[in-house]
């Protein structure tokens, strides 16, 4: 059984950074490409960055680059969003989601598995 488990969200102000945990379980972490997405009211859930399977550089979309980062521990089953420098668009549910293979998708359809989602409120 597949679980991933997110962590580290919270209300901060405009510039300040967060770390987000994502624990994963259950299956062979390294086979899997992960993705971290977000979702706020209304929207449909977005791709924030993704790494593949092998340690190629990350995907990100265009509004995080050079503040986000995705650092992924095999060794223990981990994978972590840095986010730095955030502002109040960054807001929404942060998800981690799994997919099997050595690629990633950018789109939620991509992916098998995900995890219940963590807030992440950025007050101006």
């Known amino acids: 059984q597949v679980q991933l488990v997110e962590s580290g969200g919270g209300l901060v102000q405009a510039g300040d950074s967060l770390r987000l945990s994502c624990s994963a379980s259950?299956?062979?972490?390294?086979?899997?490409?992960m993705a971290w997405f977000r979702q706020v009211p209304g929207k449909e859930r977005e791709i924030v960055g993704a790494?593949?399977?092998?340690?190629?550089?990350?995907y990100f979309i265009d509004s995080v680059k050079g503040r986000f980062a995705i650092v992924r521990d095999n060794a223990k089953n981990m994978v972590y969003l840095q986010m730095n420098d955030l502002n109040p668009e960054d807001s929404g549910v942060y998800y981690c989601?799994?997919?099997?293979?050595?690629?990633?998708?950018?789109?939620?359809?991509?992916?098998?598995?995900w995890g219940q989602g963590t807030q992440v409120s950025v007050s101006s």
């Open positions: 989601a799994v997919r099997r293979g050595i690629g990633y998708s950018v789109i939620p359809q991509g992916y098998e598995y």
């Open positions: 790494v593949k399977r092998r340690p190629d550089p990350p």
């Open positions: 259950g299956w062979t972490f390294s086979e899997y490409a």
